[in-house]
């Protein structure tokens, strides 16, 4: 027997009162479970908000605009699949069990949440689409080339939007000149070209995937938005690499695997306290610097389907040992798809270190709003000259990245020398 159900936004992270930009839904709808209901945006994530059930839709009780918060009441629903509603009982109206949140890269019945910031070019914050006709999957394609669907003409039944209408309308979008740039000298940005690879050979055309798409946003606006420079340096680690080997050998029974991004980890704190400008942001008037008096550091992590940042929270009263630990925990959560958005906010400083896989240096790019980001290249051993003579050291490479907006190039040049020091001498970490 169908009964009414009451659909609630889920879990949602420590989210609250969030924007819904997007109504995929409307009363007389039949849906499947696991459809898209409503897509709502907070200043760190987007997220999709799935049924739980099947059924018809009977009263929408939210509207594009709205805020909501975990709990609060999206729509009533006809259910036709009480079988498959654990908590159902029949006869009597219950409210839909919240829908744990899971990231952007597991099942995507779950609410789906972009890895870092709202991409600058998704351009789902405006108006409802909600007039066009189009599933929600096509919605979804749609939102994440940066498309509303109500500007796209439908050439499916009844008007629906098509997927190949969506790719249409960007083709059709690239092709045209774009508007002069920004930089108030008459230049202009050129359009990418559109090319046809085809004409040149065999080619093979792989989506790329939906972390991809989405963290290729954050990584573009940050690249285009923040002015970055990146300062070099080297760390003489010999003693602390030595000191991380005795380290490891009693660790490794605990099945604790020390690297040397644990002590990467403390020292950039060290660091941090000694300059508190990187750790912080920029407010969103831009004219304030807000200064964080925790230290939680974000990791990039390389995953299968692409980066991701998770945040190690509280640094600065953890161990090595334990931030050893933490990391291979949250690591490994990352690759396994099973990392939260909650595990990914917060950050104060983002570390990059590609160092396991080598490289002399490279130029990571500031994960806003943060202000800075170090890179770790690998260490090798070379000839550095101390006493009137060569000895073999052990080097690491760093790279911090900064907004020069904040970050005068005197006082990243100096944090740099410094975490050097530190890194050189890991007793300054119990400093
Ligand atoms: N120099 C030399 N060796 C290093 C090193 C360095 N800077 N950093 C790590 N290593 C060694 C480790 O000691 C380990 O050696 P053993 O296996 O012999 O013990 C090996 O390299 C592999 O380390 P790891 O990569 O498994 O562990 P990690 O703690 O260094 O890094 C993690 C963990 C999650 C950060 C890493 O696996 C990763 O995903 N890195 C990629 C990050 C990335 O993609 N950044 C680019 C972002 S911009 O696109």
């Known amino acids: 027997m169908a009964e009414i159900k009451k659909i609630l936004v889920p879990d949602i992270g420590d ?48 509207k594009v605009g709205d805020k909501v918060s975990e709990g609060s009441l999206i729509l009533l629903l006809e259910s036709s699949d009480v079988a498959s509603a654990p908590q159902a009982k029949p006869a009597a109206p219950v409210a839909a069990a919240p829908v744990a949140a899971v990231p952007v890269a597991a099942v995507s019945a779950a609410p789906v949440f972009a890895p870092a910031a709202q991409p600058a070019s998704v351009a789902v914050v405006a108006p409802s689409s909600s007039g066009a006709h189009a599933s929600p999957a096509i919605r979804r394609f749609a939102r994440e080339l940066g498309v509303q669907v109500a500007q796209v003409k439908g050439s499916g039944e009844k ?64 690249w285009v938005t923040i002015p970055h420079i990146t300062q070099f340096d080297e760390a003489d680690i010999t003693e602390m690499e030595a000191f991380r080997k005795e380290l490891g050998a ?67 009263k953890k161990g090595i040992a ?38 002399t240096a490279f130029t990571p790019i500031i ?15 070379k000839p550095m000259h101390q006493d009137d003579t060569f000895v073999a050291r052990l080097m690491l490479p760093l790279s911090l990245s900064y907004d020069h907006r904040v970050i005068d190039g005197a006082a990243a040049a100096r944090f740099i020398v410094f975490l050097s020091q530190v890194l050189a001498d890991t007793r300054r970490l119990a400093l």
């Not at 930009?21 to 897509?39: F, H, Q, R, Y």
């Not at 604790?256 to 990467?264: D, E, H, V």
């Not at 807000?290 to 998770?310: C, E, N, R, S, W």
């Open 15 to 62: 989210y609250k009162d969030v924007s819904i930009i997007e109504v995929m839904v409307k009363v007389g709808d039949t849906i499947k479970a696991e459809d898209n209901l409503v897509t709502l945006e907070t200043d760190k994530a987007a997220m999709d908000v799935p049924s739980p059930y099947a059924g018809v839709i009977k009263e929408m009780k939210i």
């Open 159 to 222: 008007g629906r939007v098509t997927k190949d209408d969506v790719q249409l309308f960007v083709k059709a979008a690239l092709a045209q000149p774009r508007a002069a740039a920004a930089s108030g000298n008459g230049l202009q940005v050129l359009a990418s070209p559109v090319v046809d690879f085809a004409k040149f050979g065999a080619i093979e055309t792989r989506p790329l995937s939906r972390i991809k798409k989405i963290s290729g946003a954050n990584l573009h606006r940050n």
């Open 322 to 359: 334990q931030l050893a630990k933490e990391l291979g925990e949250i690591s490994a959560k990352a690759r396994e798809k099973k990392i939260t958005a909650a595990d990914m906010q917060g950050g104060c400083f983002t570390i990059s270190s590609l160092g396991g896989i080598g490289g």
């Open 250 to 316: 009693e660790y490794a029974k605990q099945n604790i695997k020390i690297t040397p991004l644990a002590f990467m980890l403390k020292a950039v704190v060290v660091a941090l306290q000694k300059f508190p400008d990187f750790n912080a942001s920029l407010d969103a008037s831009g004219e304030n610097l807000v200064l964080k008096q925790y230290f939680h550091i974000g990791v990039a992590v390389d995953t299968p389907d692409g980066l991701m940042v998770p945040v190690l929270r509280d640094v600065d």
């Open 367 to 381: 994960n806003a709003p943060e202000v800075a980001i170090l890179g770790v290249s690998k260490a090798i051993i």
